[in-house]
């Protein structure tokens, strides 16, 4: 999962830059698809290079998709109606909401394999242990 996160990281900031580099005005606000592409990288680094902390970094990092997903569509769906159009700054929602949502959409399913692996684990091993252990008597 924490490659996968990286991967929309880069992604992310990738939207963000362009964003940014081939609008008219270069304004900050075109800058945060990057942020939050960072702090999903952010989140992947921690999550490899501190194998214990991977659950929680993963949880963090699908709420950071959650709230990139929530924002974007905030700030797409009322652009529609403007009277002027704004087609890059449309695109770049639109995109960084669809990856967001995407990402989001692996984590949880990601999330509910974890799960089941770990209740099937958990009861293989309950299941062994109510085997009782044969002594021989000679």
């Known amino acids: ?9 880069f992604l992310l900031i990738g939207n963000g830059l362009y ?12 800058l945060i ?3 939050v592409g960072i702090a999903l990288l952010l989140c992947a680094i921690g ?3 501190k194998p214990a902390l991977n659950m929680h970094l993963m949880h963090v ?3 950071l998709g ?3 997903c929530l ?4 700030r797409l769906i009322p652009s529609f109606s403007d009277e002027e159009a704004k087609g890059l700054v449309q695109v770049n929602l639109g ?9 989001v959409y692996s984590c949880i399913r990601s999330f509910k394999e974890a799960g089941r692996r770990r209740r099937e684990a958990a009861a293989m091993e309950s299941s062994t242990a109510d085997v009782p252990a044969t002594v021989e008597e000679e």
């Open 47 to 49: 999550s490899i290079a």
């Open 61 to 63: 990092a699908a709420l």
């Open 33 to 35: 698809p990057a942020f």
């Open 95 to 103: 995109l960084m909401a669809v990856l967001c949502g995407g990402y």
């Open 1 to 9: 999962m924490a490659k996968l996160t990286a991967v929309f990281g």
């Open 19 to 30: 964003g940014y580099l081939a609008g008219d005005s270069a304004s900050v606000t075109a």
């Open 71 to 74: 924002a974007a569509l905030g």
């Open 66 to 68: 959650l709230l990139g």
